[in-house]
């Protein structure tokens, strides 16, 4: 995950609140188009580095960016997105860089909004895992979508003969943005980053459970409440059953990781013996 200069991480505290005043007044449709919006605005920075460099130019007055976002986007989006890049254009960003990584974090979260209005929001993030899994699983889909080899239409048709009818109508949005709006990453890289991205808009810990059997509900219910009193803040659980821990489980959050799997304690006790 990119980390943001200090100067960019203030700012888009200051548009993530910009952005939750919004869409708190909107229907799901609304926040669904206000994402989509925002989107459009992502494609258009990532493609201009001039017009970054334009909107984060600190001796450009505001009302000169306003008047260049509305020349620019006046007949494409919606005045509550014009607002918001207006507001971001005011602030300061440590990289033009910056700016579009910020406007792409405001897209996730506001499609994340979109889908908790949808009730869509476990969903969601439920599979945007499942997605990710399903690339670590077929080494040739995720290689098809990550080649600059076909267009963005045949990748969209590729993705759409593997997701339709599967997922919730906000993760394919989410997804087909995952695949043509990648910004010089991997797919997984960019996978990652807007499941990190809606993990946040819902302020809560995304944790990665590895176990030889599945957890039935009482199980699942127990382990969500023990790590939430461990954190300090609610957590999703995503379990991926792998026969390989042989008993115990894997719990990795962040950068963190509580391995009580069998094959842990195996291996420590082997190095214990030869030490």
């Given at each position: 995950?990119?980390?943001?200069?200090?100067?960019?991480?203030?700012?888009?505290?200051?548009?993530?609140?910009?952005?939750?005043?919004?869409?708190?007044?909107?229907?799901?449709?609304?926040a669904?188009?206000?994402?989509?919006?925002?989107?459009?605005?992502?494609?258009?920075?990532?493609?201009?580095?001039?017009?970054?460099?334009?909107?984060?130019?600190?001796?450009?007055?505001?009302?000169?960016?306003?008047?260049l976002?509305?020349?620019?986007?006046?007949?494409?989006?919606?005045?509550?997105?014009?607002?918001?890049?207006?507001?971001?254009?005011?602030?300061?960003?440590?990289?033009?860089?910056?700016?579009?990584?910020?406007?792409?974090?405001?897209?996730?979260?506001?499609?994340?909004?979109?889908?908790?209005?949808s009730?869509?929001?476990?969903?969601?993030?439920?599979?945007?895992?499942?997605?990710?899994?399903?690339?670590?699983a077929?080494?040739?889909?995720?290689?098809?979508?990550?080649?600059?080899?076909?267009?963005?239409?045949?990748?969209?048709?590729?993705?759409?003969?593997?997701v339709?009818?599967?997922?919730?109508?906000?993760?394919v949005?989410?997804?087909?943005?995952?695949?043509?709006l990648?910004?010089?990453r991997?797919?997984?890289?960019?996978?990652?980053?807007?499941?990190?991205?809606?993990?946040?808009?819902?302020?809560?810990?995304?944790?990665?459970?590895?176990?030889?059997i599945?957890?039935?509900?009482?199980?699942?219910?127990?382990l969500?409440?023990?790590?939430?009193?461990?954190?300090?803040?609610?957590?999703?659980?995503?379990?991926?059953?792998?026969?390989?821990?042989?008993?115990?489980?894997?719990?990795?959050?962040?950068?963190?990781?509580?391995?009580?799997?069998?094959?842990?304690?195996?291996?420590?006790?082997?190095?214990?013996?030869?030490?």
């Amino acid at each position: 995950m990119k980390v943001l200069g200090g100067t960019s991480r203030a700012s888009v505290i200051t548009l993530r609140k910009s952005l939750a005043d919004a869409v708190s007044k909107q229907s799901a449709s609304d926040a669904a188009s206000f994402a989509s919006d925002l989107f459009t605005i992502l494609t258009v920075l990532s493609s201009s580095v001039g017009l970054r460099r334009a909107l984060t130019d600190n001796a450009r007055d505001k009302s000169a960016k306003a008047e260049l976002i509305s020349n620019l986007f006046g007949k494409n989006i919606k005045a509550d997105a014009q607002a918001l890049l207006a507001t971001a254009a005011s602030l300061r960003w440590s990289s033009p860089a910056e700016l579009a990584d910020a406007v792409e974090h405001l897209a996730v979260e506001a499609q994340s909004a979109a889908a908790e209005k949808s009730n869509e929001q476990e969903s969601l993030e439920n599979e945007l895992f499942d997605f990710a899994r399903a690339l670590v699983a077929n080494p040739d889909f995720r290689q098809a979508l990550n080649t600059s080899a076909d267009t963005d239409e045949g990748k969209l048709a590729l993705l759409d003969s593997v997701v339709k009818g599967k997922y919730s109508s906000s993760t394919v949005t989410l997804l087909q943005k995952v695949v043509t709006l990648r910004r010089g990453r991997s797919i997984d890289a960019t996978l990652a980053a807007y499941a990190h991205y809606v993990s946040t808009r819902n302020n809560r810990v995304v944790a990665h459970i590895k176990s030889a059997i599945a957890l039935n509900a009482d199980q699942q219910k127990k382990l969500v409440a023990a790590l939430t009193k461990q954190m300090g803040k609610d957590v999703h659980v995503n379990i991926e059953i792998d026969p390989k821990v042989l008993g115990g489980i894997s719990i990795r959050y962040a950068d963190d990781v509580i391995d009580g799997t069998m094959v842990n304690r195996l291996a420590e006790a082997g190095r214990a013996l030869v030490s």
